[in-house]
């Protein structure tokens, strides 16, 4: 595994003499608690929660977890250097504006339909007049905009601000990662999630441009921690269903 003191940049350095390692979550990669304002992971976020301390743990420096309210922003944060690692889906027109690690884990994207929708297969929804909810900025509508030929998308910054666009009928479907979809299911009788996907996430770890060395670092990292088994461990917990090991 690559050290500290061979990775060959300054940024790794930096981070030393900060004693911290900073980690970007949005939304719906976390929820707070409202009290205290403590970051809990969920999906990619939880699994962003166990990797980034044995990350932090090798440079020998504290975590801190920074939540952000939605994709872009956290984006937009990670470049201006206000925070150091974000755990994000590998797209294209992100590849031009960040550097990743190799994908570490994968998932589906799908579709949520509410009670007493009579479509059975993602195919059913692309035709005129169907409109479908989906997150700004999100990987998962960034995938769909793609593909779309004929239905229209209906933006919405909060996740849970999507859903609710489906919950009050203006939306036939609502399109995201399927183990979100899963959760927000269970909130509304009757409501289903189509078997099959539209896309795959492959997520890995974000930097911002021209950080060879601390790139380096963390794309042997992800190699390590994908060889030794830990990620198909991780996967395999009951708080990410349906995710995979990326290949």
Do not use: W
Not at 51 to 76: F, K, N, Q
Not at 133 to 145: K, N, R, V, Y
């Amino acid at each position: 595994m690559t050290n500290t003191s061979s990775a060959g940049d300054a940024r790794i350095g930096a981070l030393v003499r900060s004693g911290k390692l900073r980690l970007a979550l949005f939304l719906p990669q976390y929820a707070q608690d409202a009290a205290t304002g403590a970051l809990r992971g969920l999906g990619t976020g939880h699994a962003a929660e166990q990797i980034a301390p044995l990350i932090a743990a090798r440079l020998g420096v504290d975590l801190e977890m920074l939540g952000y309210p939605t994709p872009p922003s956290a984006v937009a944060a990670l470049k201006a250097g206000e925070c150091d690692i974000l755990f994000l889906g590998i797209t294209p027109s992100r590849v031009a504006e960040l550097d990743f690690s190799p994908a570490i884990f994968e998932f589906d994207y799908a579709y949520l339909v509410p009670p007493g929708s009579a479509i059975r297969n993602a195919a059913e929804l692309d035709r005129p007049g169907i409109a479908i909810a989906i997150i700004e900025g999100h990987a998962s509508a960034l995938a769909l905009a793609t593909i779309l030929k004929h239905a229209r998308m209906i933006g919405a910054e909060m996740p849970d601000a999507a859903f609710a666009i489906l919950r009050a009928g203006g939306a036939q479907a609502f399109a995201c990662p399927r183990d979100v979809l899963l959760s927000y299911a269970a909130t509304l009788p009757g409501a289903r999630v189509l078997e099959d996907a539209y896309g795959v996430n492959r997520v890995g770890i974000a930097l911002r441009k021209g950080e060879a060395g601390f790139l380096a670092f963390i794309a042997a990292f992800v190699a390590e921690i994908k060889q030794s088994g830990f990620v198909a461990r991780l996967v395999q917990s009951e708080h990410l269903r349906g995710f995979r090991v990326a290949r």
